[in-house]
């Protein structure tokens, strides 16, 4: 009876966590990241960034988290801001950015800073092009 309860009281120590801890699956947070480029080293990000980019359907839904400049631009024929995040590759000569939509738009006013966002990767068309964009993304502390 005693080897009994010793096993049972294991496998409860062992499963508890393995349980007990839950999140919500739709809101993207640090610890949840599927893509983190932060990590990478700079050829292997713009790699990545390059593969996003061109088969963007391989991402779509994923919670990416990126790191790189910032900046804003504004299409005066049709009103719209756009925000991006550039990353650039280990030598500094070629940059791809990755447009990104705040959820509470609460934007950086200086387009020479360097952001750290976090976000889900979908797809939009507009005047028959495909673009990416992170939504529901949130800025973190660098």
Do not use: R
């Amino acid at each position: 009876m005693k080897k009994i309860k010793a096993l049972t009281l294991s496998i409860l120590l062992f499963a508890l966590p393995l349980i007990a801890c839950g999140n919500n699956p739709t809101a993207p947070s640090a610890s949840s990241v599927d893509v983190d480029l932060t990590a990478l080293t700079s050829t292997m990000v713009y790699s990545e960034v390059f593969q996003m980019m061109y088969h963007p359907q391989d991402y779509v839904g994923k919670t990416i988290k990126m790191q790189g400049l910032y900046d804003h631009y504004h299409d005066d024929a049709s009103g719209k801001d756009y925000y991006s995040c550039i990353i650039q590759d280990a030598t500094a000569c070629c940059a791809q950015g990755i447009e990104f939509q705040l959820s509470d738009s609460n934007y950086p006013e200086d387009t020479t800073d360097s952001v750290t966002v976090l976000g889900t990767f979908k797809t939009y068309e507009e005047n028959g092009t495909t673009y990416c964009t992170l939504t529901d993304a949130e800025l973190l502390d660098s």
